[in-house]
């Protein structure tokens, strides 16, 4: 999956002459928390925040502040055909709500924590209608084959697996997401099998 899929392509975006108050408007007006600041061409010059804003929103009132004294000049930036992981570790490394798109040096979306939630979810599954095992896995095992040949045999279609690993030399999880099915005689197989069902 890639960002391209998931980014905003209708990008509200803004003129670095703007004021701080015309910026906070046009986020309120969009219900948006991140702004492109851009030229005549539309090349990414800057980026500002609804926190970058409201913390000199003050001192905008007392001195004549533009939108080019507070944007970030080089902001943290990714590309149509990026993972979807790229993006998210970029967010979470970060510690940033959103990231530019850039294709060519144009701008041509934005992605946010929001969207990325919303393709992991896809991704897993869990919007839809569906049924969840989570089964525990001692250390130095790898029983998945053993645990999906079980959920097939029950005519039970897999929608996503995921690893929850844990500290080293303790028990890990598969959580396995299913398409919404009767879930109590795959637990009771995995059960006689000898797995530790968690959920």
Known sequence: MIVRNWMATNVVTIKKEASIQEALALMKQGSIRHLP?????????????????????????????????????????????????????????RKIGGLPVLEGGKLVGVITVVDILSAFINILGML???????????????????????????????????????????????????????????VTALKKRGFEVAS
Not at 71 to 81: A, G, Q, S
């Open 37 to 93: 600041v851009v030229d005549s061409a539309k090349s990414l010059i800057g980026w500002v925040t609804d926190a970058d804003l409201r913390g000199v929103l003050i001192a905008s009132m007392l001195e004549e502040l533009s939108l080019e004294d507070v944007m970030v000049r080089k902001p943290v930036k990714t590309h149509p055909e990026a993972p979807i992981e790229e993006a998210a570790r970029l967010l979470l490394e």
């Open 128 to 186: 839809g209608n569906s049924s969840r095992v989570d089964v525990k896995i001692a250390p130095g095992e790898d029983p998945l084959n053993e645990i999906t040949s079980l959920v097939r045999d029950h005519r039970a279609e897999v929608i996503s697996i995921c690893h929850l690993p844990v500290a080293d030399g303790q028990e890990s999880v598969y959580s396995l997401r299913l398409k919404k099915c009767d879930i109590a005689p795959i």
